[in-house]
């Protein structure tokens, strides 16, 4: 069982820049797509993104693409989201996931962390 943990959320002003990290307790963690999602209140689980077990493909959800660099580390077990220009509506709960898929469907990821709250003030 691969245990996730997320760190790095923490209350920022609109505009900041944060980096989350998810560090994984199983270097298997290199075989996997890893993703990070995030959840507002009284919202469901969106895809934020996702990045290649080698590291080499990414993809994003449109409203963070541009902004929100996805990076890794095998040698560190570790994935990162670096969030760029953060707006109010990207306050939420950032959750890190890890599966043997490819894209934005959760179902497709077996491992999940706890989350990581961002709050991203006006």
């Known amino acids: 069982q691969v245990q996730l943990t997320e760190s790095g959320g923490r209350l920022v002003q609109a505009g900041d820049s944060l980096r989350l990290s998810c560090t994984a307790s199983d270097p298997t963690i290199s075989d996997y797509t890893m993703g990070w999602f995030r959840q507002a209140p009284g919202k469901e689980r969106e895809f934020v993104a996702c990045i290649t077990s080698s590291g080499a493909l990414t993809y994003y959800a449109d409203s963070v693409k541009d902004r929100f660099p996805i990076s890794r580390d095998n040698a560190k077990n570790a994935v990162y989201l670096q969030m760029n220009s953060l707006k109010p509506e990207d306050t939420a709960v950032y959750y890190c996931?890890?599966?043997?898929?490819?894209?934005?469907?959760?179902?497709?990821?077996?491992?999940w962390g706890r989350g990581t709250q961002v709050t991203v003030s006006s």
């Open positions: 996931a890890a599966g043997r898929t490819w894209g934005k469907d959760p179902r497709g990821y077996h491992f």
